[in-house]
């Protein structure tokens, strides 16, 4: 199941399901995944299929939208690509089963690639 972790203003993790693509972020209230920033913009990125890979692609947002720290027009996403848009960091995992909060939460506030994260207690990516 492809899903994202979204680090919230709160400092809560949450954990959506992309069911279906296109998938757009942004702002605006009609985005299937709203995040409530000034630095968002209304449509900020997409995630599409593009030849069976899913890729994020910036929508000509005015801040960008980030993958591993580099500011992308489009990237093919790999297990535990970190996504950054606007102030809210983004995980994105090809993982099965269900993550519990705890470490969805840990997913998106440690540093670095997914591989170099234990992943004993999480399940298997």
Do not use: C
Not at 22 to 51: C, K, M, W, Y
Not at 86 to 92: E, P, V, W
Not at 95 to 117: C, N, S, W, Y
């Amino acid at each position: 199941m492809t899903r994202l972790i979204v680090l919230q203003k709160s400092g809560s993790a949450k954990q959506i399901n992309v069911v279906a693509t296109p998938f757009v972020i942004g702002r605006a209230a009609t985005a299937d995944l709203v995040l409530d920033n000034q630095l968002v913009s209304r449509t900020h990125a997409v995630l599409e299929t593009v030849n069976e890979a899913l890729t994020v692609r910036d929508l000509h947002s005015h801040n960008g939208t980030y993958v591993n720290g580099t500011r992308i027009d489009s990237a093919i996403l790999r297990n535990g690509d970190e996504i950054r848009i606007g102030d809210y960091q983004i995980r994105f995992l090809a993982t099965k089963g269900q993550i519990l909060d705890a470490d969805a939460l840990r997913l998106v506030t440690e540093p670095g690639k997914l591989a170099d994260i234990d992943l004993q207690r999480i399940g298997k990516a």
